[in-house]
Structures are given as C-alpha cells and as structure tokens.
C-alpha cells in the first residue's frame, strides 16, 4: 500500500507560479513510476507530467517547456513546477504512484489540490 498527500495548489494569475508537492509513505520501494494527472470539469483526466525510477521524465505536449517534474528520493516526495501558467491549466491535479506488478498494474492516488488561473 502506498499512501500520496499532495499540498501547494492554490489560485494564481495568468503567467504566474506554483509548485505542487506529493510526499508517498508506505511501501515506497515497491514504487516504478510517479506521476501527475489533472482534470478539468467535464474533462477526462489526463497525464500532465511523470517521472520514472531510473529520473526518466516525459510531459504532455500542452505542458512541454512549462512544467518541470522533480523528485526527491530521500523525502520520498515529488514536485510539480508550473511556470506560465495559463487559464486552462484549472483543474484539479492528483498526484500518482505506479506498482508494476507480474500480472497486474497497481496504481495509488491523491487526494487532488486544485488549481486555479484566473485573474
């Protein structure tokens, strides 16, 4: 079991700053891959940013150049950077943790801060 408690969202202007934090307790090591979702009213949610065991990154192209993902390994903690922010980055972003496991795929979640741009 892991459990994921994120903090730091909160309401920002356009071209503003923010950076989220998810800190995971619980069986850490068993942990491949940590990652950020958001989603918007009436939206699905989507994959905004993740990070790898081995510090491999990757992005949605809607965030590439903007949003840096981060982590550190000692705090068992992983950090969202949004810079630029725009108005259709609101939504409500969880945090994830991925377990990769022989016959199945175990997935953990936040319990969502919201983010808002708006002036």
């Known amino acids: 079991q892991v459990q994921l408690v994120e903090s730091g969202g909160g309401l920002v202007q356009p071209g503003g700053s923010l950076r989220l934090s998810c800190a995971a307790s619980?069986?850490?090591?068993?942990?491949?891959?940590m990652g950020w979702y958001r989603q918007a009213p009436g939206k699905e949610r989507e994959l905004v940013a993740g990070?790898?065991?081995?510090?491999?990154?990757n992005y949605a192209d809607s965030v590439k150049g903007r949003f840096t993902v981060s982590r550190d390994t000692a705090k068992n903690t992983v950090y969202l950077q949004m810079n630029s922010l725009k108005p259709e980055d609101t939504a409500v972003y969880y945090c994830?943790?991925?377990?990769?496991?022989?016959?199945?795929?175990?997935?953990?979640w936040g319990q969502g801060t919201q983010v808002t741009v708006s002036s």
């Open positions: 994830n943790a991925r377990i990769l496991l022989p016959t199945r795929i175990d997935d953990y």
């Open positions: 619980g069986s850490t090591f068993s942990i491949n891959a």
């Open positions: 990070i790898s065991r081995d510090g491999t990154t």
